[in-house]
C-alpha cells in the first residue's frame, strides 16, 4: 500500500525479469544519511541490482505509483506526495528509464502487487452487479452493508436517463462507499460505486495498473441500453480472475452470457435466488447456462460478496 510515498515498478521484457523499489521522502537533508526511504538511493540501489543481473538499463520499463496529498497532513508534509512523484521522475529521467504508466496524485492510497516475471500490476478487485426489475431494492440492501473499504463496485440498472442519476445521489446519501453516475474515463477503484447512465452502455478498460470505465452509444444488447451482457463480457475480457460478478432480481436474459464469460474467465459468480427475487428471470437464465456457481439469498448476498472479496488472492 502507498500512500504519499512512491512506488517504482522496472519490468525487463528481454531479460523476463522485474523489481520494485520503494521510498518515503524525495530527497536527503543535511545530515541524513543515504538510506532507500529517499528517491535516489532506493532507485540506484535497485538499477545496480538489474545492472548485476544482466540487464540494460536502457531495456527497462517503469511504472510509478503513490505521491497521494494526505488530507490531514501537517504544513511540512502536505507536499510530500508531489515531491516525491518530482523526485521518482528526476531520477527516472538522469538513468534513462522509460516510464510507461503512472498511477499517481489523489488523496488516496493505492494497494500494488507486482509480478517481476510478466511486468502485469495487479491491482484491486472489482464487483460486478447487473439487474433489472426490482433491482434498486437488492442493490440497495446489498451496498449499504458494504464498508469504505470494499472493491470498486461497477452497475448496470435497467433505467432510463435521468433516473440513474437521482438513483446514484440517494444511494450516495446511504452507503460508506462513494456512489454516483459513472462518467467515461472514472476510474474503478476501491471505496467507489459507479453505475451507468441511462442510455448509455458501461465497460471497463484496464489502463497500466487501474481499471477505467467507457462509456458508449452503440446498439442496445438483449434489448437493453445500459445491458448487464456488455459490461459482464468486458470485464470477463479485462479483469478476469480479479473479479466478483453478481446478477439480481430482473426480467429476460440480460446478462447470461456474460456471467458465463466471466466464469469461464475465472472470475466468482453469484445470483440472487428465486424465493428472494421480484422476478426471477436473468439470474434463472444466467443459472441454467453454466454461468452462476452459487444462487444466494438476498439478505446474505452482501456477506458473501465481503467474504469472497476478502479471501481473493
Same mark, same amino acid.
Given at each position: ?11 525487463d ?8 523499489? +520503494?521510498?518515503i ?9 543515504p538510506?532507500t ?24 520499463e ?43 496524485g ?44 470494499? /472493491? ?7 433505467m ?15 452507503c ?13 477503484m ?6 451507468a /447512465? ?5 465497460e471497463?478498460?484496464r489502463s497500466g ?8 452509444? +452503440?446498439?442496445?444488447?438483449c ?11 468486458s ?19 440480460d ?12 472470475s ?6 428465486e424465493?428472494?427475487s421480484?422476478?426471477?428471470?436473468? /439470474?434463472k ?13 438476498l ?15
Amino acid at each position: 500500500m502507498v500512500g504519499a510515498s512512491v512506488a517504482i515498478a522496472f519490468i525487463d521484457r528481454i531479460q523476463n525479469v522485474g523489481g520494485m523499489c +520503494h521510498f518515503i521522502y524525495p530527497q536527503l537533508t543535511e545530515g541524513d544519511k543515504p538510506s532507500t526511504l529517499y528517491a535516489r538511493p532506493a532507485t540506484l540501489q535497485l538499477l545496480r541490482i538489474f545492472s548485476k543481473s544482466g540487464s540494460s538499463i536502457g531495456a527497462l520499463e517503469a511504472y510509478i505509483f503513490g505521491g497521494a496529498t494526505h488530507p490531514d497532513a501537517n504544513d511540512d508534509m502536505l507536499h510530500v506526495g508531489e515531491d516525491n512523484l518530482a523526485a521518482a521522475d528526476k531520477w527516472l529521467e538522469h538513468y534513462g528509464v522509460r516510464v510507461i504508466s503512472r498511477d499517481v496524485g489523489g488523496n488516496h492510497g493505492r494497494k500494488v502487487a507486482f509480478n517481476t516475471v510478466t511486468g502485469e500490476i495487479v491491482t484491486d478487485k472489482v464487483i460486478a452487479i447487473g439487474a433489472s426489475t426490482g433491482g434498486t431494492e437488492a442493490i440497495r440492501s446489498i451496498i449499504t452493508q458494504f464498508s469504505a473499504i470494499m /472493491p470498486g463496485v461497477i452497475i448496470v440498472q435497467h433505467m432510463p436517463p435521468g433516473f440513474t442519476s437521482m438513483f446514484a445521489e440517494r444511494l450516495n446519501d446511504q452507503c460508506s462507499m462513494s456512489v454516483k453516475e459513472a462518467e467515461d474515463g472514472d476510474r474503478v477503484m476501491q471505496g467507489k460505486v459507479l453505475i451507468a /447512465p441511462g442510455d448509455y452502455h458501461m465497460e471497463i478498460r484496464r489502463s497500466g495498473g487501474m481499471y477505467r470505465v467507457k462509456l458508449n452509444q +452503440h446498439e442496445k444488447v438483449c434489448g437493453h441500453r445500459p445491458s448487464v451482457e456488455v459490461l459482464l463480457n468486458s470485464v470477463a475480457k479485462h479483469v478476469g480472475s480479479n473479479a466478483l460478478a453478481i446478477i439480481l432480481t430482473g426480467m429476460g436474459n440480460d446478462g447470461a452470457e456474460g456471467m458465463l464469460a466471466m466464469h469461464n474467465a475465472g472470475s466468482r459468480t453469484l445470483a440472487q435466488d428465486e424465493a428472494s427475487s421480484v422476478v426471477f428471470g436473468m /439470474p434463472k437464465v444466467a443459472f441454467q447456462r453454466g454461468g452462476v456457481e452459487k444462487l444466494v439469498p438476498l439478505n446474505r448476498m452482501a456477506k458473501e460478496a465481503i467474504s469472497i472479496t476478502a479471501g481473493m488472492n
